[in-house]
């Protein structure tokens, strides 16, 4: 595994939150660095209301 620096995991960070329009970027931090950078992307779909009689 390779060392990152400061900005490389902040811009990481960057395109995690890129493009996402429901979800959440969870960042790991462990002794005040950033280890480890999750995300949960979901896709939502309109629900079609049935006509009323």
Do not use: C, P, S
């Amino acid at each position: 595994m390779t060392q990152t620096t400061h900005e490389e995991r902040l811009e990481v960070i960057a395109k995690a939150i890129e493009g996402i329009r429901f979800g959440e970027v969870q960042i790991t931090i462990q002794d005040g660095v950033i280890v480890q950078i999750n995300r949960v992307e979901k896709q939502r779909f309109q629900q079609q209301r049935k006509a009323q009689k």
